[in-house]
């Protein structure tokens, strides 16, 4: 698309289905500067191949987004391993409908300075069978009445002198999942970078699972920043820091698990609730 389309479904059934089946290719492709809306459908790739082990001849994203795109209802859904579902390096809202996939199933990406995915995610449910059901690499908020069934991550990375760090922001909804930070390549950001992966829990959020750093399970993490904050909400799991330079501080709501410290890294409480040990 590269005007303005909205994609409804008329049939009878409600069975309208856009379904890519080539390689390479999406069921929408929404370009920068267009804008398109989802009212209704499918949106599928039937043919997908991709597996944990590659491509397998036949694999892709069934949306990427490079412009607005705002998702209102209807279902995006592929059983890829090898493909994230969606591809978002523009401008997306989602107020409604589904997501499913084996893999990633929103990649709020980036192409660079000038190509940063916008992600919110109000609504609707978003589910990964395998991977993130949300990863993001750019500015992503999670809020209201959204479902997201899998683990939320936020990474940073390093190219040439420039250090790309996502940050999320979950004010509402329900995460049936871990959420965590990370850096791909570890110990690739240098020393004291400027810029590193932000996670803000607050509000009315309510995460079913831990929070975290990833990182390689090894026991020397070097080289993992990060900045995770809980100002409110709800964490029924653990919150812990195995990263050597990360930060984790707790101002408000509650962690019903424990808070651990588990290397050289910082984890302060002046507020909230935690149920567990510290």
């Avoid at 289905?17 to 499918?42: F, I, M, P, R, Y």
């Amino acid at each position: 698309n590269n005007g303005t389309l909205t994609i409804t479904d008329s049939s009878d059934s409600k069975t309208g289905t856009v379904d890519n089946v080539s390689h390479s290719k999406g069921a929408l492709v929404n370009n920068e500067g267009a804008t398109a809306t989802l009212e209704a459908g499918t949106l599928t790739r039937s043919a997908e191949a991709g597996t944990s082990a590659g491509a397998n001849g036949n694999s892709w994203y069934v949306v990427d987004n490079s412009g607005t795109l705002t998702v209102n209802s209807g279902a995006v859904k592929n059983d890829s391993g090898y493909s994230s579902l969606v591809r978002n390096m523009g401008t997306m809202t989602v107020n409604g409908g589904s997501f499913e996939n084996t893999f990633i199933a929103i990649k709020n990406d980036e192409g660079g300075e000038s190509k940063r995915g916008q992600l919110t995610i109000s609504g609707g449910t978003v589910v990964s069978k395998s991977g993130d059901a949300v990863q993001n690499w750019s500015t992503a908020t999670i809020t209201d009445d959204a479902v997201i069934k899998g683990d939320v991550g936020t990474w940073a990375y390093k190219s040439g002198d420039t250090i790309f760090a996502g940050t999320t922001t979950v004010s509402g909804g329900v995460i049936e999942g871990d959420v965590s930070a990370g850096i791909y390549g570890q110990g690739t950001l240098g020393e004291n970078p400027q810029s590193v992966p932000d996670v803000t829990i607050s509000d009315k959020a309510v995460v079913n699972g831990n929070v975290t750093y990833n990182h390689s399970g090894d026991a020397a993490d070097t080289g993992i920043y990060g900045d995770i904050k809980i100002n409110g909400g709800t964490v029924n799991g653990n919150v812990c820091n195995p990263a050597d330079k990360g930060k984790i501080s707790m101002t408000g709501g509650t962690v019903t698990g424990n808070v651990v410290n588990q290397n050289t890294g910082e984890v302060s409480i002046s507020g909230g609730m935690v149920e567990g040990a510290v």
